[in-house]
């Protein structure tokens, strides 16, 4: 594998020099005089972690703005799930090359992905070496051989590259029954694998499933049925109550938050009070290119900002700083990644920002400059697993 030296660059508004090793941050030094296959003149540069997107349909960008402007039950039965079901095969492949294609440009160096031939995902993230995790899709009324299909595949899984991994991946609670939300918790739990699902992105699921539950809202549904714990990850949980916040905080579950496509699809606003009040784990995602339009993860840390101040009045409420550790940090965390911050040891997943961008100019405040006024353009490399991706 590569060696890689980046000579004084920026980290945490210091100089440093960074020596890559195989795929860790070696060493961190004020000076490391080194000969190395390559070194990066890191003047002018800054080095952060890269983006980790924690809730995608990757292969949706083949829908990108194929159907605007409407709320989500009429988009998906109406719209999505028809185009979807004549998608093959190559479709995903290529939607998914596309997606990954965009993710890399805009900073994302992982993504936790839900959608339908989930092995043409896997090939897509294998070309690109990009990490994924992979889930693996469940949706009830897509029968019953398909189902056995697919846990005898995730029972049988091999890993072709450290860069990717699987999880169980029920759709959501108005998909898939309890039955089967029960015995694909115990398939991952087998399997040490992460479990997520949708969850609580509407007032109408809210509504539904306490009809259907006995007044049990989605979150305590879900709870009744043993299937939360820190291995669990929730994308939107827009809709939760007091109590829901205090199972999700004693279970260790992780929140996906998805502001754009929650405003978009006019879901709701997620409630950044009570995640803080009860400190829920949070990340962000991008949910798919249909509902957003794009899969930039700099918009998505800028919308989960703005979102939590405008509906909530308070401008103090979310800092540019912790809507980046959602962004970072806190989705490494989500799937068990030693990666997401720069420090000896971890993986050498990073992006170097051109500081000489007028979008960064002038620098009073680096992580400010990032989420409120950044975008694609600032990035000049993207390094994941010690490989150079992207290099502008
Ligand atoms: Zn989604």
Request: proline fraction near 3%; hydrophobic fraction near 40%.
């Amino acid at each position: 594998m590569n060696t890689i030296l980046i000579k004084q660059v920026s980290l945490n508004g210091k100089n440093v020099d960074i020596l890559i090793k195989d795929n860790i941050f070696k060493l961190i030094s004020s000076k490391i005089d080194i000969k190395t296959e390559r070194i990066i003149d890191g003047r002018n540069l800054a080095i952060i972690p890269p983006f980790y997107n924690m809730h995608s349909h990757a292969a949706m960008t083949q829908l990108r703005g194929f159907a605007d402007d409407m709320p989500l039950f009429k988009w998906l039965n109406d719209y999505i799930w028809i185009e979807e079901s004549k998608m093959n095969e190559e479709d995903i492949y290529i939607g998914t090359i596309l997606a990954i294609k965009e993710m890399i440009h805009s900073g994302t160096a992982f993504f936790l992905d839900m959608y339908w031939f989930d092995r043409q995902i896997i090939r897509a993230v294998e070309n690109m070496k990009i990490r994924a995790n992979v889930g693996i899709t469940f949706i009830e009324s897509r029968g019953e051989k398909e189902i056995v299909e697919k846990i005898d595949f995730i029972n049988n899984f091999k890993h072709t590259s450290s860069l990717i991994n699987i999880s169980v991946a029920p759709h959501a609670i108005y998909t898939c029954s309890k039955d089967l939300f029960i015995e694909l918790h115990k398939v991952a739990k087998q399997n040490n694998l992460k479990f997520q699902t949708h969850l609580a992105e509407t007032i109408q699921e809210v509504e539904d499933c306490k009809k259907a539950h006995n007044n049990l809202s989605p979150v305590e549904y879900l709870d009744s049925i043993g299937v939360l714990d820190n291995n669990t990850i929730l994308a939107h949980c827009v809709h939760i109550s007091e109590k829901d916040a205090e199972i999700l905080s004693e279970r260790g579950c992780f929140l996906i938050h998805n502001p754009c496509s929650n405003m978009k699809l006019s879901s709701g606003c997620f409630n950044t009070p009570l995640v803080k009040k009860y400190n829920l784990n949070v990340a962000l995602g991008t949910d798919g290119a249909s509902s957003n339009n794009n899969l930039s993860m700099i918009e998505e840390m800028k919308f989960a900002a703005l979102l939590a101040k405008h509906h909530f009045k308070d401008p103090a409420l979310l800092s540019a700083e912790e809507v980046f550790l959602w962004a970072t940090k806190n989705g490494a965390k989500a799937v068990g990644i030693n990666a997401g911050e720069i420090k000896e040891g971890m993986l050498a997943d990073c992006l170097l920002i051109d500081l000489n961008n007028p979008l960064m100019q002038p620098n009073h405040n680096f992580i400010s400059n990032m989420v409120y006024s950044a975008d694609g353009s600032v990035i000049k490399t993207l390094i994941c697993n010690g490989e150079i991706l992207l290099n502008k």
